[in-house]
């Protein structure tokens, strides 16, 4: 396994420098430490809905079966230190995470909340992986290298299994101008939510070409307290580049309502030696939501022009806004429009409990000569509660459901989906 020099450098010599700083200094780093322990129980059942199912079991060839169900319990630590005294601070945080397997077989497994042997396609008996992120502070400007979750336009870290998916490499946050949210990294291995082993970024929807990696720079700046604009540059190297850029707009209204225009645009190409083959995606989405009281009520629309689908790291969440539970809504061509729905019960007497249901329509979509246009559409509903008894504080649970039918693949094209999700989070100090 290859890591960039660049990310091990700054890694080792964080951390170096950082334990090597007299105990004096380390007043902050003890003071504004903090540790979490996350105890997530997951159920998913996935319903493949065909009567003759051709969803191959692993290990059992020539077998098929016609739903997947798992039940696992997962355990997430989560430590951070602060950072020590002086013009540059530093200091280190750690993730644990653990995977047990409740309920699986060969014969149910493939949800994405345990990992699955390629031989028999069981499910181990439990999983675990350790990471480590040292980190500097310089002013307002914090760098990272190691273990690293993120949340961009240009990459989204997966947190909807059991464990999240983590990236190994170096990130940097910049503060400096005010309004302006920097960000700029480079990213080599990823370990996917159901898996232990570092592997190769891929491209979604081709995952047999790889590279070790993956820039990104770009920023938000707020112009006003309701205008925000963004801008991102990503390169997965000798696979695919992409120019994003992003208007978010919200206006306050009378009593409490708002209006909020979120805007999206991303222009995707082939870069270097092209090991994916030729790419070119160009994608515009948006939604526009308005508020009032406990009700929220949003419509996007979503449409792809170009000879490839979207591009975006393989297993990661793509930046669109028809990108729900199931589907990405963004095929070759694909035309998409959303309606979705939340209520907030607080404004009912009942604070901590929330409702979510949208439904996503897709058609136009490119399957190639000789093939009817693709069509897919998907309903989804997402009721949650978190716990406001001071004794419970810290105790979630979430049902989701989602219906999914579509004409794009023969094996999965129609889904029925549930996930129960009992959560319980508390600090360690």
């Given at each position: 396994?290859?890591?960039?020099?660049?990310?091990?450098?700054?890694?080792?010599a964080?951390l170096?420098?950082?334990l090597?700083?007299?105990?004096?200094?380390?007043?902050?780093?003890?003071k504004?430490?903090?540790g979490?322990i996350?105890l997530?129980?997951?159920y998913?059942?996935?319903?493949?809905?065909?009567?003759?199912?051709?969803?191959?079991i692993k290990?059992?060839p020539?077998?098929t079966?016609a739903?997947?169900?798992?039940?696992?319990?997962?355990?997430?630590?989560?430590l951070?230190?602060?950072f020590?005294?002086?013009?540059?601070g530093?200091?280190?945080?750690?993730?644990g995470?653990v995977?047990?397997?409740?309920?699986?077989?060969?014969?149910?497994?493939?949800t994405?909340l345990?990992?699955?042997?390629?031989?028999?396609?069981?499910?181990?008996?439990?999983?675990?992986?350790?990471g480590a992120?040292?980190?500097?502070?310089?002013?307002?400007?914090?760098?990272?290298?190691?273990?690293?979750?993120?949340?961009?336009?240009?990459?989204?870290?997966?947190?909807?299994r059991l464990?999240?998916?983590?990236?190994?490499?170096?990130?940097g946050?910049?503060?400096?101008?005010?309004?302006l949210d920097?960000?700029?990294?480079q990213?080599?291995?990823?370990?996917q939510?159901?898996?232990?082993?570092?592997?190769d970024?891929?491209?979604?929807?081709?995952?047999?070409?790889?590279s070790?990696?993956?820039?990104f720079?770009g920023?938000t700046?707020?112009?006003?307290?309701?205008l925000?604009?963004?801008?991102?540059?990503?390169?997965?190297?000798?696979i695919?580049s992409?120019?994003?850029?992003?208007?978010?707009?919200?206006?306050?209204?009378?009593?409490?309502?708002?209006?909020?225009?979120?805007l999206?645009?991303a222009?995707?190409?082939?870069?270097?030696?092209n090991?994916?083959?030729s790419?070119?995606n160009?994608?515009?989405?948006?939604?526009?939501?308005?508020?009032?009281?406990a009700?929220?009520?949003?419509?996007?629309?979503?449409?792809?022009?170009?000879?490839n689908?979207?591009?975006y790291?393989?297993?990661?969440?793509?930046?669109l806004?028809n990108?729900v539970?199931?589907?990405?809504?963004?095929?070759?061509?694909?035309?998409?429009?959303?309606?979705?729905?939340?209520?907030?019960?607080?404004?009912?007497?009942?604070?901590?409990?929330?409702?979510?249901?949208r439904?996503?329509n897709?058609?136009?979509?490119?399957?190639?000569?000789?093939?009817s246009?693709?069509?897919?559409?998907e309903?989804?509903?997402d009721i949650?509660?978190?716990?406001?008894?001071?004794?419970?504080?810290?105790?979630?649970?979430?049902?989701?459901?989602?219906t999914?039918?579509?004409?794009?693949?023969?094996?999965?094209?129609d889904?029925d989906?549930?996930?129960?999700?009992?959560?319980?989070?508390?600090?360690l100090w």
């Amino acid at each position: 396994m290859r890591i960039n020099p660049l990310s091990r450098a700054v890694t080792l010599a964080v951390l170096g420098c950082g334990l090597s700083m007299p105990m004096l200094a380390h007043a902050e780093f003890i003071k504004d430490s903090k540790g979490t322990i996350e105890l997530r129980n997951f159920y998913m059942n996935r319903d493949y809905r065909q009567d003759a199912p051709q969803v191959p079991i692993k290990g059992k060839p020539g077998d098929t079966k016609a739903y997947s169900a798992e039940w696992a319990q997962g355990f997430l630590v989560r430590l951070e230190s602060g950072f020590t005294e002086g013009p540059v601070g530093f200091g280190v945080d750690g993730l644990g995470l653990v995977g047990v397997r409740l309920d699986s077989g060969r014969g149910r497994s493939g949800t994405g909340l345990l990992p699955s042997s390629n031989e028999t396609g069981e499910a181990p008996s439990e999983y675990a992986s350790l990471g480590a992120t040292g980190k500097m502070r310089i002013s307002k400007s914090v760098l990272k290298g190691g273990t690293l979750q993120l949340k961009n336009p240009a990459v989204g870290s997966n947190d909807s299994r059991l464990l999240p998916q983590t990236f190994l490499g170096t990130h940097g946050n910049m503060l400096e101008i005010e309004g302006l949210d920097f960000n700029a990294g480079q990213l080599e291995k990823v370990k996917q939510r159901d898996s232990t082993d570092n592997q190769d970024l891929t491209l979604n929807g081709k995952p047999l070409e790889s590279s070790d990696h993956f820039q990104f720079a770009g920023g938000t700046y707020a112009l006003t307290k309701e205008l925000s604009l963004a801008y991102y540059y990503s390169k997965l190297e000798d696979i695919y580049s992409q120019n994003f850029g992003g208007i978010i707009y919200t206006l306050p209204l009378a009593d409490g309502q708002f209006i909020k225009a979120d805007l999206r645009y991303a222009k995707s190409d082939d870069t270097g030696d092209n090991k994916a083959g030729s790419l070119d995606n160009k994608s515009a989405n948006g939604m526009l939501s308005y508020g009032i009281g406990a009700h929220t009520f949003s419509a996007a629309y979503q449409q792809m022009n170009g000879d490839n689908a979207f591009a975006y790291i393989g297993g990661t969440d793509p930046y669109l806004v028809n990108y729900v539970q199931i589907g990405d809504f963004a095929g070759i061509d694909e035309k998409s429009w959303q309606a979705r729905y939340d209520l907030n019960f607080a404004s009912y007497g009942i604070p901590g409990l929330s409702l979510m249901t949208r439904y996503v329509n897709g058609d136009n979509i490119d399957r190639g000569s000789n093939v009817s246009e693709g069509e897919e559409w998907e309903r989804d509903t997402d009721i949650a509660y978190a716990f406001q008894d001071e004794a419970l504080k810290g105790l979630a649970v979430k049902w989701r459901n989602a219906t999914y039918r579509s004409n794009l693949n023969k094996g999965t094209k129609d889904l029925d989906e549930n996930r129960l999700i009992i959560s319980y989070t508390t600090a360690l100090w």
